[in-house]
């Protein structure tokens, strides 16, 4: 299984902190993305590619980036400070 977290806007918008997907189904971030965007217009704004970080097991990387069973995922938007 796939632990996937939701983190400020992101979650505020799709309305979940985290859920559970199928291991077997993904071999990236990024079609975890794709494939939660579908879920309705809400969580294709809150996903939208461009305007989104991924950390996979705590690490900030690209969405490109490999997925494995076990794996924490998490969604944010990027921070700005000042």
């Known amino acids: 299984m796939l632990k996937v977290l939701f983190f400020a806007q992101t979650r505020e918008l799709v309305g979940v902190e985290q859920l559970e997907l199928s291991a077997t189904?993904?071999?990236?971030?990024?079609?975890?993305?794709?494939?939660l965007a579908t879920k309705g217009e809400k969580w294709?704004?809150?996903?939208?590619?461009g305007k989104l970080l991924v950390a996979i097991n705590?690490?900030?990387?690209?969405?490109?980036?490999a997925v494995?069973?076990?794996d924490e995922i998490a969604f944010f938007p990027?921070?700005?400070?000042?």
């Open 44 to 49: 294709a704004f809150a996903l939208e590619k």
């Open 25 to 35: 189904e993904f071999t990236t971030a990024e079609q975890i993305r794709q494939h």
């Open 58 to 65: 705590q690490t900030l990387l690209p969405l490109e980036s």
């Open 78 to 82: 990027p921070v700005t400070g000042g």
């Open 68 to 70: 494995k069973s076990g």
